[in-house]
């Protein structure tokens, strides 16, 4: 129940405190979507993890929703520099999900209705910093910021959180996305201003 981001705010208070290098803060939700749409019903939907050994799990939408849930306020930073404060999301932890996963893979590609794709390390996915959310602001999540569900993980660039997120594959070699593959920082910390290749 949000006690993850009530502890990291507590230690960026201040709104400037809470504003990474470069950011500025903004009050509206921009919509940066790399190609168009995808209308997802949710009786079609599913999620998957796929384990490096083959092993797969799945959750079908109902199977997701039924999951205990979880509602963490976070901020968001893009890498276009905008930010936004204090956004409130309804979503299942990466914590439940990987709870029968075995696999001792580090990389993580996460994988898109639409064909994107973006990578991060596993543990990055895990101990409450990341989820996957179907309500934004008490609605149903709008197709445009990833409805029916995407990937949240606040800490990192928000290219990360991929939108219409269907998958991730466990991997023992990392394996760049689609933004990191353009040039994008491979890990995206906006602390520390990673926003390029190199930076
Ligand atoms: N599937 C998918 N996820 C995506 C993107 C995308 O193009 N496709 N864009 C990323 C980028 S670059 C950003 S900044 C955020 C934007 O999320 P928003 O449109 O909800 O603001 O989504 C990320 N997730
Ligand atoms: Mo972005």
Known sequence: ?????????????????????GQYLTH?????SAGPTPRVPTDRWEFTI????????RWSWAELTALPSETPTVDLHCVTKWSKLDTSWRGVSLDVLFEDVESAAEHALIHC???????????????GK???????EGEDLAPAHGGPARLLVPHLYLWKSAK???GIRLLDEDEPGFWETAGYHNY???WREQRYEGD
């Open 50 to 57: 796929d384990a490096e050994d083959g092993q797969t799990l």
């Open 188 to 190: 995206g910390d906006p």
């Open 113 to 127: 209705y639409g064909g994107y794709t973006t990578n991060l390390p596993v543990e990055d996915l895990l101990d």
């Open 1 to 21: 129940m949000g006690i993850i981001s009530r502890g990291f705010q507590g230690r960026h208070r201040d709104r400037a405190d809470r504003l990474p290098p």
């Open 164 to 166: 219409w997120v269907r």
């Open 28 to 32: 509206d939700f921009p919509v940066l």
């Open 130 to 136: 990341a989820w996957i959310v179907y309500e934004y």
